[in-house]
Nanobody, 116 residues
């Protein structure tokens, strides 16, 4: 079964950068549009952005537009989320999934904590 695995999270100061990675064991992601999502404590999960299967099209939430970039390397079957100019309000657990998401495929996520 398709199971996403996210990595690359950590603790960073405000203004810093992180790059998250998304892969799926035993599956190639080339056939799928992929989304990044996040869930902050006490809040509902929200979409961050998504990328088409070819990588030719991306969309972002207004809150991250201009700071976050989604890319993919289909040869490595990996999708990335480059996060720059991080703010404390970006603190959340970050997940990848299909776009639109499916409840069956949530992974463990990766924690991103931005200190002020």
């Amino acid at each position: 079964q398709l199971q996403f695995a996210e990595s690359g999270g950590g603790l960073v100061q405000s203004g810093g950068s992180l790059r998250l990675s998304c892969a799926a064991a035993s599956y190639t992601l080339d056939y799928y549009d992929i989304g990044w999502f996040r869930q902050a404590p006490g809040k509902e999960r929200e979409g961050v952005g998504c990328i088409s299967r070819s990588g030719g099209s991306t969309n972002y939430a207004n809150s991250v537009k201009g700071r976050f970039t989604i890319s993919r390397d289909n040869a490595k079957s990996t999708v990335y989320l480059q996060m720059n100019s991080l703010k404390p309000e970006d603190t959340a657990v970050y997940y990848c999934n299909l776009a639109p998401w499916s409840d069956r495929y949530w992974g463990q996520g990766t924690q991103v904590t931005v200190s002020s």
